[in-house]
């Protein structure tokens, strides 16, 4: 039992220093035609500090760049602009993005054409070229958005951990429906709120608040492990609404840095949902598997691995909290 414990203790060390993440953020590529084939070209690449990702937008032999790009650091990526003549127009071309392939983020490209119609499309490192369609359809945004949504909540570990904790705090099948559900219909309001700039909150404090909420599940697993009742034994799926909220516009600010497209906002939104929602219920599924093959193939208590993974996770997420309150200024 120790030595799992240990075992989990150095994977959860290695998780403290995954979660700050930012590398993971898609790179972000707009393209708008201004005139006939003509072209207004945004490239967003993360980076921390003055350091940017070596991500580079290669487009066309077609295509002329009319002036030098403008660029600067602008919060947690690089921004840079510049115009380009591409001639036929840039139906039926391909775009790249030289250097994805040797890193593990996505790029999200929007193009947007004169007549107003918009194809969105993610660039992954294994696919690191883009054709551009002539006719682009609803369905290659809604896929897109899906995608996008499944990735988001399977590389978010902070938002994962949370609904971990939350299936070692609750016991009982149908409160555990329940208290999830939960946090789905919460998280999924002021994420459209965020997204559609309806509500807003600033990253930083979300995110030091999002810690908080582990740590305070956390310490509700081992209070309920000394047979103490509080509040969120009585009603987890309160607890787990409130938190969702605040989960939520930590969703919503991811959606809006990548953006939507104007023509398919609403589509864009549900889909980038469902994805966060599948990709939620794929991990809350892996996890009782594992907790279930635990208790039957290592013969472990499961009274105690649970008190001792709740140490583990109130002591990263109190890390987390740490780092993130002393990165506000």
Known sequence: MIRFLNLVAACF?????????????????????IAPARYAVTWKVPA???????????????????????????????????QTECVGGLAGQVISIDGLSSTYTDALARIVNLDG????????????????????????????????GVQHILLGIDHLLFVFALLLLIRKPQALLV?????????????????????????PPVEALVALSIMFVASEIVRSGRGGIHLSSRYPWL??????????????????EIGLPQKDVLLALLTFNLGVEVGQLLFVAIALLALASMRLLLALDLSRLRL??????????????????????
């Open 13 to 33: 060390l290695l998780l403290a220093s995954a979660a700050r993440g930012h590398e993971l953020r898609p790179a972000f590529l707009e393209i708008n035609e």
């Open 48 to 82: 921390r500090g003055d350091a940017r990702m070596a991500l580079y937008v290669r487009l066309p032999e077609t295509c002329r760049q009319e002036v030098e790009p403008v660029g600067g650091f602008i919060e947690t990526a690089y921004v840079s602009r510049w």
């Open 117 to 148: 119609t918009t194809q969105t499309s993610r660039v992954s490192p294994d696919f690191p070229d883009l054709t551009v369609a002539a006719s682009p359809t609803s369905m290659d945004t809604a896929r897109t958005y899906f995608l996008l």
């Open 179 to 203: 208290t999830v559900t939960s946090f789905t219909v919460a998280h999924s309001i002021t994420l459209a709120f965020a997204a559609l700039g309806i509500a807003s909150a600033p990253q």
């Open 239 to 256: 607890i787990s609404f409130l938190f969702g909220l605040l989960h939520g516009f930590g969703f919503g600010g991811a959606l809006r």
């Open 308 to 329: 001792g993974l709740a140490y583990l996770i109130g002591t990263l997420s109190a890390f987390w909290f740490l780092q993130r309150i002393s990165g506000f200024g």
